[in-house]
């Protein structure tokens, strides 16, 4: 009787032992370089034009307004001159932190946003980049 012989399947890629591209298979080795390097580029655009877009919040029914940039960075604090009062600065302070920590909220919310329109096809889990 024969002996069945037994095939094995290599996932290598040709070459990759002979100090060819090697990789893992499908994924096109200098193509997907090339995807990176244009993703990367893509990333940067979006994270120099978070620069220049604005988020306005408001605490307090309006009396304290902060300005933020999709960097997470606070151009702007309004104060309306009325609620100054200086037998409650801690209420004022409160007002303060509140709308901070939202327009930072809203920023990050804004650039996870741009970025994962960039690396949707990937696959990658949200909030990776």
Do not use: C, F, H
């Not at 996870?112 to 949200?126: D, K, N, V």
């Amino acid at each position: 009787m024969a002996k069945k012989k037994r095939v094995r399947k290599s996932y290598r890629s040709p070459g990759s032992r002979a100090g060819g591209r090697g990789g893992l298979p499908g994924l096109g080795g200098g193509d997907m370089m090339a995807q990176v390097q244009q993703m990367q580029e893509q990333m940067a655009a979006v994270n120099e034009a978070l620069a220049d877009e604005t988020l306005e919040v408001s605490a307090g029914g309006g009396v304290i307004t902060v300005v933020v940039t999709g960097q997470q960075e606070i151009r702007e604090i309004r104060i309306e001159p009325d609620v100054v009062d200086p037998e409650d600065v801690e209420m004022l302070q409160d007002l303060i932190v509140a709308a901070v920590n939202e327009a930072l909220e809203q920023s990050r919310k804004l650039a996870s946003e741009r970025m994962e329109a960039i690396t949707a096809g990937l696959g990658l889990p949200p909030g990776l980049l």
